[in-house]
């Protein structure tokens, strides 16, 4: 006898990450898929875009802080009784990091860096930037999702975990606590995490970084669509659907949503499955959550760290926060 499974009936595509998200995310009601999905191949690249949008203000308001106060960073973080290492979550091409990187080689000569992300091609471009560019750091990528629990990193002095660019704003509050406590358990006490999260400000300047006037968040947001299609055969006609980006102010969170202009039926083979939207019905895609200095500072306490010193811009539009191991 064996047993017998309920899933036999299931196609397939649906237990592949991918088909099992899209399965889950368009049976829910309200509709939702998450925001790994959009990091395809084009979508890294629209992401990429997006950051150098005049609209889109975060990537260079934390390279500039970065570039006013690294070295303090470096030093609040820092030990007398040995070097700091580096580790980063979600590095991709690690092209802000470079600021942080030369910052350390400045304060003690060289640096071991340990960047982790799921994509292989960002980490291979990072290291190769990095060979060429930043002399003295010692890289050893890491393939791998950190939400999904984080190796061990050997060091002889103190540790510093970054991670920045706010993708901590993507998850609830209680899962942002539970990826904070996941780089926790590897730490030691006087170990360091540097995280950047974008804070709470106008709606008329949160709205146009997130629904920009040439289009790329809308091309972002609909490509998740297009990967649908290539994926999981799906019949999505883009032209049916509008990219929307709302700010929810009790949630202090910025919504991405795709809305359907028309009552319709889409079908995604591979699945087996058929999606009946009605005009105006949304698949919500993404939240990006905005902070204050105090509801980061909850976040961070949660997760088993005190808040040591913070930074931000002049127009104070992003924060960087550094808290150790309590
Ligand atoms: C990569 C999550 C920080 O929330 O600002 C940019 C992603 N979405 N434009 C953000 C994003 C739409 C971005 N993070």
Redesign the pocket.
Known sequence: MHAVSSTLSLPEAACTPVGSEVYRGLTSRPKTLC?WLFYDQRGSEL?EA?TELPE?Y?TRTERAIFAEHGDEMIAAAAAESGPLTMIELGAGTATKTGLLLRAAIRSQGAVDYYPIDVSASALAAAEQHIAEGIPGVRIESRVGDYTQGIEPIPCEGRRLVLYI???I??FEPADAVQVLREARRILAPGDHLLLGA?RAKDASVLIPA?DDAAGV?AD?NKNVLTRIHRELGADFNLRTFRHRARWNQEQSRIE?HLESLIAQTVSIPALHLEVRFARGETIHT?N?YKFTPESIASIIERAGFALTRCWSDPRQWFGVYLATVV
């Open positions: 925001p992401f997006i889109y975060l660019g706010s993708s704003g993507n974008d997130y968040t972002f991405m993404e990006s």
